[in-house]
């Protein structure tokens, strides 16, 4: 059974940094792109950041740009999410999400529960 | 970057009803060498993760009732709920993944039971 699971919110500060990580099982993780998408309270979802199946492809929101670094360990079947410079509006729940296919440029299939983070002046 | 839109933005439709989402793009999402539109539909309900219903515009992912129906192509795209069950009131949201991210979210509608 395909599984993700979310670890690493909490309450920070404004200018802090959290790392976000996402256990995945029950599939080849090395075959697939990975993605964060977040939900702020009452909103709708934005697509945050993506990375590719090897690590090699990272892409990211302008809003999160500069600030967040996505990262995978294939050998860990994890996945990471580096938030630093954390602002006010970076409050939400964050999901980690799995590619569809195994080729950059998909839907997600499996989603996890989702972390809430929240960012406090 | 690429916007989506969605309307309407909440409707309320009766049990055993039709219920029609539409989607644009304001660029075309269809990718000539494999004539495929990269757009799909989620169905997210109160507290829990979206859930995908629709991929490749109109292909229905794996164990989603035959109710559920994606249409268009290009720019413009419709969720189709043929049928509407009580276990369908959820926000839906089409999403584009197509070319260069960021892969777009439209702003979602909410269906509830007239």
């Known amino acids: 059974e395909v599984q993700v699971l979310e670890s690493g919110g909490g309450l920070v500060q404004v200018g802090g940094s959290l790392r976000l990580s996402c256990a995945a099982s029950g599939f080849t993780f090395s075959s697939y792109g990975m993605s964060w998408v977040r939900q702020a309270p009452g909103k709708g979802l934005e697509w945050v950041s993506g990375i590719n199946n090897s690590g090699g492809t990272t892409r990211y929101a302008d809003s999160v740009k500069g600030r967040f670094t996505i990262s995978r360990d294939n050998s860990k079947n994890t996945l990471y999410l580096q938030m630093n410079s954390l602002r006010a509006e970076d409050t939400a729940v964050y999901y980690c999400?799995?590619?569809?296919?195994?080729?950059?440029?998909?839907?997600?299939?499996?989603w996890g529960q989702g972390t809430l983070v929240t960012v406090s002046s | 970057d690429i916007v989506m839109t969605q309307s309407p933005d909440s409707l309320a439709v009766s049990l055993g009803e039709r219920a029609t989402i539409n989607c644009k793009s304001s660029?075309?999402?269809?990718?000539?060498?494999?004539?495929?539109?990269?757009l799909a539909w989620y169905q997210q309900k109160p507290g829990q993760p979206p859930k995908l219903l629709i991929y490749?515009?109109?292909t229905r992912e794996s164990g989603v009732p035959d109710r559920f129906s994606g249409s268009g192509s290009g720019t413009d795209f419709t969720l189709t709920i043929s049928s509407l069950q009580a276990e369908d009131v959820a926000v839906y949201y089409c999403q584009r993944y197509y070319g260069m991210p960021p892969f777009t979210f439209g702003p979602g509608t909410k269906v509830d039971i007239k």
């Open positions: 660029q075309s999402l269809l990718y000539s060498s494999n004539n495929k539109n990269y």
């Open positions: 490749w515009a109109s």
């Open positions: 999400a799995k590619d569809l296919l195994t080729t950059w440029g998909s839907a997600t299939d499996y």
